[in-house]
């Protein structure tokens, strides 16, 4: 751990702040090149949508791989500020009555709740398309290859075989329960591309060669398991208060998850399993990696 920082909630909360600091300048009244004007209530929404809390751990992600590889931090910081921007944009959607229909999103009221649904649409519409502009932009100092491979890469995680089509999936499986099969499927794509995405996106950042980027591809893949069982068993435990959102909704749906279908002993073993995999993963990268298997236990051991 960086002698700066006392324990990792203390890094993860540094990393939040510089992640904040970065959407803060992205989403001011500054136009950008060939931008006609910034529309205020639409800006106002997005600052909104991606500045109301959070622990910002798939930025946090992206930068400490890229740390560990000895890539730009700067350039880091910017790809993660652009995942942090479709990652909000999801929320922003998904908490659309014409999806889950929540009225609260990190102890505050939605986006639609706070301004409209439609404007709450179209500043969903905006971020995701704000975060490929992040990383094209002449500002994010890499390589021309390495911004095409990133987008690419956020696409894949985020569009239909990604993050958006997981969240189809989960609209269906309140009709239908999917089998275990389906719900491993559902939730790799709905939460855990996008996490996936971050820790492959700090290989490309810095990079690395093919087999260090599939390394941390597979660590994002178990992550991105254990943070969606960890999710799901706050669901049943912790309250509304603490998580900041409705609890107990999948349950009262009749949603289909690993922790429902097996049980919480079950997923308290499965937990453990996926972060020492993680861990395993991390091997051949030595004390280098202490950060991101301090990463995979937080996921784990969170309460929130």
């Known amino acids: 751990m960086d002698a700066h920082f006392k324990t990792f909630e203390d890094r993860l909360a540094g990393g939040a702040r510089e992640i904040e600091a970065f ?14 004007a910034r529309p205020e209530r639409l800006r106002a929404a997005m600052h909104y949508a991606a500045l109301n809390g959070g622990k910002r751990l798939r930025p946090f992600l ?11 931090r700067q350039a880091a910081l910017r790809v993660g500020a652009a995942l942090e921007c479709v990652h909000c944009y999801s929320l ?23 301004f409209d649904e439609a ?20 500002e994010t100092a890499l390589p021309e290859a390495s911004k095409i491979a990133l987008v690419l890469a956020l696409a894949r995680a985020a569009g239909i075989g990604g993050m958006a089509g997981g969240q189809a999936l989960d609209l269906a499986a309140e009709k239908q329960t999917p089998d275990e099969q389906g719900i491993v499927i559902l939730q790799a794509m709905k939460t855990g ?37 960890a999710d799901d068993m706050l669901d049943l435990t912790a309250d509304a208060a603490t998580m900041g959102k409705a609890t107990g909704k999948d349950a009262a749906r009749g949603k ?5 279908l097996h049980g919480m002993s079950w997923a308290e073993k499965a937990l453990a399993e996926h972060v020492h995999q993680a861990e395993a993963l991390l091997a051949p990268f030595g004390e ?11 996921i784990a051991e969170r309460s929130s």
């Open 119 to 138: 404007t709450a649409i179209l500043a969903g519409d905006s971020l995701l398309t704000y975060a490929f502009d992040i990383i094209a932009s002449a």
């Open 62 to 72: 992206v930068v400490e791989t890229a740390t560990m590889l000895d890539g730009n």
């Open 288 to 298: 280098r990696a202490t950060v991101l298997k301090d990463a995979a236990r937080f």
């Open 193 to 229: 591309a996008l996490i996936r995405f971050a820790c492959e996106a700090g290989a490309i950042v810095a990079g690395a060669s093919a087999e260090d980027r599939t390394r941390l591809r597979h660590f994002g893949e178990r992550i991105g398991l254990a943070f969606q069982l």
């Open 256 to 260: 289909g998850t690993l922790v429902g």
């Open 92 to 114: 922003v959607h998904d908490d659309l009555p014409a999806m889950d229909d929540d009225k609260l999103r990190r102890g505050k009221p939605t986006t639609h709740i706070a």
């Open 23 to 36: 959407l803060d300048a992205l989403l001011s009244t500054d136009l950008l090149d060939d931008e006609i």
